[in-house]
């Protein structure tokens, strides 16, 4: 047995050796991207079978009777602020998520709902990956290779590890993507180009300067006018970012930061005193703010909104990750201090996240909350496990600074990812063969593959169609829409009571136009 074992072990020593000298961090950020992207075919093709549902109905009415009547986008874009200021005074008072949502494409055919998911997915991953840019490329000084792995592995978290109930309304439902994932993606965008002022400092040209913040205050205001769970976060950290410009009296930038900060706030201020906020609030009972706060920090703790079967998975990310981590921590002189003070104060920012629907009454248990919670939470815990590694790796003799050639990766480094990817292979097949619809990618496929995400669009389309010819005849028999096949990733919302209703409404089926459930 002993030339079998040396057989063996020859030939791993031989692939690890080739591996070792090829496989840079170029490489491997090339593997990951292309893994990443590949991932995400399945979810914008099944896109195209998905339909409007419910509130989508809702909240475009004014603005698909606008077209429909006049054929102009002026009058669409009217109708749009009519009816956000109509929601202002009667339900709530986000007005920038509440316009976009007044507009939605599906207005001019349903066909354009696809635009739903490709624009919160396109969304959400730029977003990171200049989130990751920004924080360790430009003011950690680490390679782009580093952090662009950093960011697709994060990603691939955040999109395919996600519970399943949540899947639908973070990516797949017009409405949610508008008042939260384009919120999280835009508060996510103003706060990298905040912190980026440390690196960047200001810019000399006055056009460049005027351009720049003209785009940070843009994605202020639309922060500051939709949900209140990502504009309260937003606001926070870019408080501390200005705290932090305060105490390295960087005045000039302080001064700077100021002026989106200033847009954001004003919009979030217009939100919060809205009539309609307390139209909403009348109908749920309300915490008191400090019974809010301490039930928000019972809810971070508590970990719901992370998958339990999915614990696993993230665990051999971060696993495959800490050699990345590592590298990155030996290429930045910064130097880390203070990680239990750090996660204090993000854990204090995540639970500020959760607390405004607790305090509206609301309560945080709304899917579309869930998922902008999970989506952040994955931010936070990738951002504080690449401190604390940071912080060993400067102040733990063993793992002190070396020199390296950063491009390569050692043995171990090679190993340890090694072993995460088959462990992680390997579980997934246990995983899939117990349930297909585990991830989202596995569950776009399924539906693709079975029909079921066809059959949907066909019969959605064909009861669509009906209403239309329904309502030039007064005289008509509506039933309720039926599906014998719904997709996993669409199947969340469709059925409820008010999806007829206002679907009805929209057609003009029922004249009743008022906009109250």
């Known amino acids: 047995m002993s030339w079998l074992y040396h057989k063996f072990s020859n030939r791993f020593e031989i692939c690890f050796s080739f591996i070792e000298k090829r496989l840079t961090t170029r490489h491997l950020a090339i593997v990951c991207g292309v893994v990443y992207i590949v991932s995400l ?105 580093v952090y662009r792995i950093v960011g697709f592995i994060t990603l691939f978290i955040i999109v395919h590890f996600m519970e399943s109930y949540l899947r639908y309304e973070a990516f797949f439902w017009y409405n949610s993507i508008c008042h939260y994932t384009l919120a999280l993606c835009s508060g996510i965008v103003y706060i990298a180009r905040s912190a980026s002022i440390f690196e960047t400092g200001i810019e000399k040209s006055k ?114 990750l800490i050699p990345l981590f590592i590298k990155a921590a030996r290429q930045t002189p910064f130097r880390f201090r203070y990680p239990i003070l750090v996660a204090i104060i993000s854990l204090c920012f995540f639970a500020a996240m959760i607390t405004p629907p607790i305090y509206a009454g609301v309560s945080a248990d709304a899917s579309r909350v869930i998922a902008t919670i999970y989506i952040m939470f994955i931010l936070l815990l990738m951002l504080n496990i690449f401190y604390l590694i940071g912080w060993i790796c400067h102040n733990w ?40 619809n585990h991830f989202t990618f596995s569950s776009a496929m399924a539906d693709i593959y079975h029909g079921n995400a066809k059959t949907f669009s066909e019969e959605s389309k064909a009861y669509d169609k009906l209403l239309l010819e329904a309502a030039k005849n007064v005289d008509a028999i509506i039933f309720p829409l039926t599906i014998s096949a719904r997709p996993q990733l669409f199947s969340q919302m469709a059925g409820v009571g008010q999806h007829d209703v206002h679907k009805l409404r929209y057609y003009g089926i029922l004249t009743d136009v008022d906009f109250s459930y």
């Open 41 to 145: 075919l399945p979810l914008l093709y099944i896109a195209f079978f998905n339909h409007p549902n419910s509130d989508d109905y809702w909240f475009g009415i004014t603005a698909y009777k606008a077209w429909v009547n006049e054929r102009s986008i002026i009058s669409v874009v009217g109708a749009a602020i009519e009816h956000t200021r109509y929601f202002y005074h009667t339900w709530q008072g986000t007005i920038s998520s509440i316009f976009i949502m007044s507009l939605p494409p599906f207005i001019f055919g349903t066909m354009y709902y696809v635009l739903a998911t490709w624009t919160a997915l396109i969304a959400l991953s730029l977003a990171v990956m200049y989130l990751f840019r920004i924080l360790l490329g430009k003011l950690l000084f680490i390679d782009k290779h």
């Open 207 to 320: 056009k460049k300067l005027f351009l720049s913040l003209t785009i940070t205050s843009l994605f202020g205001f639309y922060v500051g006018g939709a949900g209140l769970t990502i504009a309260l976060f937003t606001i926070l950290v870019s408080i501390f970012i200005l705290l932090l410009a305060t105490w390295f009296r960087l005045w000039r930038q302080v001064i700077c930061l100021l002026i989106p900060f200033m847009a954001m706030m004003s919009v979030f201020v217009l939100s919060v005193i809205a009539p309609g906020n307390q139209v909403r609030q009348a109908e749920h009972e309300a915490l008191s703010s400090y019974e809010a706060i301490i039930t928000s920090f019972y809810f971070v703790l508590n970990g719901s909104y992370i998958s339990k079967a999915m614990i696993v998975f993230i665990l051999l990310s971060i696993g495959f």
């Open 397 to 436: 003799q063993h793992f002190s600074i070396v020199t390296t050639e950063c491009k390569r990766f050692s043995r171990l480094h090679i190993i340890t990812m090694f072993t995460c990817i088959v462990l992680t292979i390997l579980a997934t097949g246990v995983y899939l063969r117990d349930e297909i």
